[in-house]
């Protein structure tokens, strides 16, 4: 998912190279792969969800200008995590196009986004422009390093190549999945400890939320009866 920030504060130059950047993307990706697009300004809007021809995706890439007001970060956040939410038996990964974290009113708390960031299984990658301050980049990169991304920062003639290595390092990264003997869900945090042998081991916490539906359907094991009733 590519997250583009349509504010004014960012420079149409930047804008340019950063759908560029989608366009150069989108031809690249191989048979199992889809790219949807989600754009956040005064308003979120997703672009594209993933399936569109690449005629489409060149329209809708092309419409997109730098004109709104606001930088509705955390309800970009949350649609990124039900968008995500909604492609299942993919890995999901996300690169947020931004000069960083603007006060912009909205209906998600930065509380919940750092909730749904840590639950959702979306790794944020943010390509920040080199224009922003460097308070604005310091939050940035901590949403972007609560999610399990990277930090990356661009400037108009380097975008291209900093999304290359970005790619690079994302094809690098394995994804785990975990199964359970039973289909239960509570959400409470648990610790998972990976072991790589000599390696050492990495310990992490995790809140089970999603489950299995149960295949078989319910079925009598046993009746008892009252005559007497």
Known sequence: VFMLDISRSIRQTYLDAAKQAVLNTRSRLRPQDQLAVITFGDSVSVLLEGNESSEIVSQKIASVKSTDENTRFYDAMDTLVKTAASKTDMR??????????????????????????????VAVYGLAVDSASEADLATFRNFVELSGGEFYVFSPSSAQQTLDGMLKQIDAIWCLTLSADSNSADGSQRTLEIKFGSLGTVSTKIAPTKYAADSVPPYVISLDTDEAA
């Open 92 to 121: 999901h990964v996300a690169v947020m196009v931004s000069d960083g974290v603007e006060e912009a009113s909205g209906d998600v708390t930065p509380e919940q986004v750092e909730q749904n960031l840590r639950n959702g299984g």
